[in-house]
């Protein structure tokens, strides 16, 4: 079992800059598959970016602008979001994977966590 907990949402104008966290719990987190989907009103949840071993994989509209880490020292994966745009607006969910070797699909989460809101100005 794995527990995700997202922090470091917001508001922030469009430009602008956030860095989201997500603490994972339990002693295996190295081995799991990890990535950010978010989700905006009125849309499907949708894959952001993933990491997986020292690769990682990115939709194409934040590609150049997001950029995922990990520290498995410390159960934790960063996404740094930069060049941010109203579009962005969304809730951003940390996703894990036992079954995944990348987490770019829904159907392959194992374990959500509760999402962080994360508001772009114009």
């Known amino acids: 079992q794995v527990q995700l907990v997202e922090s470091g949402g917001g508001l922030v104008q469009a430009g602008g800059s956030l860095r989201l966290s997500c603490a994972a719990s339990g002693r295996t987190f190295s081995r799991y598959a990890m990535g950010w989907f978010r989700q905006a009103p009125g849309k499907e949840r949708e894959f952001v970016v993933a990491?997986?071993?020292?690769?990682?994989y990115y939709t194409g509209s934040v590609k150049g602008r997001f950029t995922i880490s990990r520290d498995n020292a410390k159960n934790t994966v960063f996404l740094q979001m930069n060049s941010l745009k109203p579009e962005d607006t969304a809730v951003y969910y940390c996703a894990a994977s036992s079954r995944a070797v990348v987490l770019t699909q829904l159907r392959e989460v194992d374990y959500w966590g509760q999402g962080t809101q994360v508001t772009v100005s114009s």
């Open positions: 990491i997986s071993g020292g690769s990682t």
